[in-house]
């Protein structure tokens, strides 16, 4: 590789990059040995009640297939902290698609027939699979996700609303959502001479060697996993999931390599998803639209057998400045399989509704809602009162204003017809907190002059190893075509996974801290380095992890233009402008990357991506990617990503903020609020397909038309 240069922010190439257009990279399921077999599970087809037999004679009965594994017979795990993984355990069935037995055969041919073969009669039970805000089982629970309070309330948020100038009270629904990645979940597991290997499709082997050894039983240390490729997860990956446990059982059954790679369909159930989420957003303000009041209650589901709660309403608490604020959630449990990370968890639906209520603000106000949103802007975090690291939402706004033309703009909505069309832009803030945790690392010198950095870091294809290298390098002080950086596998020094926009952040820190060690034991030394080089280890337990007394978070500011047909009520998207504050860029290549793909998913969040469950039979319809559209290149003619340049020294030794999520944080609202300025309707339930565009158009609430004014 040529020398790209090493400071951080150079734009390198990923490092892996040719091996995977080639076909080199080798996932999880490409591990070939000749002796491996293929595993395919059997997914139930009610939504609760027991296994009452399985009748496993038939698929025996079919040429290849080794045997069946069921609750009947398979190995009996230690019991498990995460429920979804305690597979083939007992009959019980808690959702639709639980896995209920396995097949293990000579090919995959054999295994999926294997598994159609298998009959299962179950003793089926009423189930109840249907959100709705007045749901009798509906609970305030202890936290949600991310450990955050499920309600909090400051002054008198009801007496201020009622006393505003300017109110809106508005009710949104976010549909259920899926993760899809493009590599489906995987593993490949086999044992020899009492260790375990296994290959995974994973955002963090640390984590998932930690669950295999206390399900089966073994040591850490007598277990290594794998995640040197992986094709994206989203959150999806973020924990062990049934394949890998499927995979380790299955090879121990029968004493030879096993691959579980679960077909597309099946992943709708078993590897989490975004739960439905049913908000009410109440805004009062004065005149000029400062806020008075921000109410923003939510209600969502989790599965009987796991409690996950999407913090959705957490967002309103850090975003603008009101004296007067509650922001809750309520959660129901339904007969519906476990809810899970998905990008941006809380953020990606919360920030939908409250930026499109900011926008209805706005229109109620006649007020510019770029300049509302700056008139908002708090001195310090209105939840917790600590002062910002870093905030310059403000500064994305008129940045991504100015870039957008956003002055040239009528305000009127419905007021750029093109024939049929009607033409219509949109804006919306974005955030997304500043994570980090405690890794560890190594840096050797080679006598060579050649350095190698080692970390138990996941590059799901966000470009770690490239930028973990990169900022070797830098620390080091030498070219970027000297450093290697070895990843994905938990026999390396250990490493939190690859999620909530923290990988970079906390691997680094810990590269950053082995590599300054190395530098300082390098210029200790004269002579020629001895034969195994010089090695070097951090560990950021107690600083990474430490409390900070700042609110730390990234901002950004996302731009849509869009058009509706009138005709066939399809809404295009011409131009997405993303504007970003997250501190230092390390790479501008990937980081462009990483925004213009969570921009992307904001658009299918917006118009194509929607999950419905049959109440009959408590299975998602939209199981595989010809029902469920995710957008394609054609789907966004022009996306362009910005940043400002933004120092923050709160952060880490890089001074950077994690931008794997907050590309997807306001881009559905940006949207949204685009189709409202173009036709004067305001939908507010996703995603914006024609048919609700149509009926909106023929019947849609007319609204008093206010002409803002626009900023300059």
Known sequence: MADTGTTLGAPAERREGRDKVTGSARYAAEQTDPSRVHAWPVAAGIARGTVHTVDTGAALA?????????????????????????????????????????????????????????????????????????????????????GFP??????????????????????????????????????????????????????????????????FRLSEDDITVISEHVGGGFGSKGTPRPHVVLAVMAARETGRPVTVALPRRFMAAVVGHRASTLHRLRLGATADGTLTSSLHEVTTYTSRIKEFVEQAAVPSRIMYAAPHRLSSHLVVPLDMPSPSWMRAPGEAPGMYVLESGMDELAFEAGLDPVELRITNEPDAEPDSGKPFSSRHLAECLREGARLFDWA??????????????????????????????????????????????????????????????????????VPLDRVRAEVGNSDLPSAPLAGGSSGTASWGWAVHEACTRLTARLAEHTGPLPDEGFQADADTAGSADADSPYARHAFGAHFAEVTVDTVSGEVRVRRLLGVYAAGRILNARTARSQFIGGMTMGLGMALTEGSTVDAASGDFVESDLAAYHVPAHADVPDVQAHWIDEEDPHLNPMGSKGIGEIGIVGTAAAIGNAVHHATGVRYRELPLTPDRVLTGLAGGASQTLRIPTPTG
């Open 408 to 477: 040239q703009r009528n305000p009127r909505p419905r007021s750029h017809p093109e024939g049929p069309l009607l033409v219509g832009t949109g804006v919306a803030s974005a955030t997304y907190p500043v994570m980090v945790g405690p890794a560890q690392a190594a840096a050797h010198a080679l006598p060579d002059g050649r350095f190698v950095v080692r970390i138990n870091a996941t590059d799901i294809g966000t470009g770690a190893r490239t930028v973990l290298a990169q900022i070797a390098a830098d620390t080091l002080g």
């Open 62 to 146: 079919l040429p290849g297939v080794l045997t069946v594994l069921s609750h009947e017979n398979a190995p009996r795990l230690a019991p498990a902290d995460d429920p979804t993984l305690a597979l083939l355990q007992n009959p019980r069935v808690p959702h639709h698609g639980w896995f209920v037995a396995l097949v293990v055969a000579e090919t995959l041919e054999a295994a999926r027939a294997g598994a159609a073969a298998v009959r299962v009669e179950y003793d089926v039970e009423e189930h109840d699979v249907t959100l709705t805000d007045d749901h009798p089982e509906a609970y305030v629970p202890e936290e949600v996700n991310g």
């Open 150 to 215: 499920a309600r909090r309330e400051q002054g008198d948020p009801e007496e201020a609303f009622a006393a505003a100038e300017v109110r809106v009270d508005s009710r949104y629904r976010v549909p259920p959502l899926h993760n899809h990645p493009m590599e489906p979940h995987a593993a490949t597991a086999r044992w020899h001479d009492g260790r375990l290997v296994v290959h995974d499709s994973s955002q963090g082997a640390t984590t998932v060697r930690a669950t295999l050894a206390s399900l």
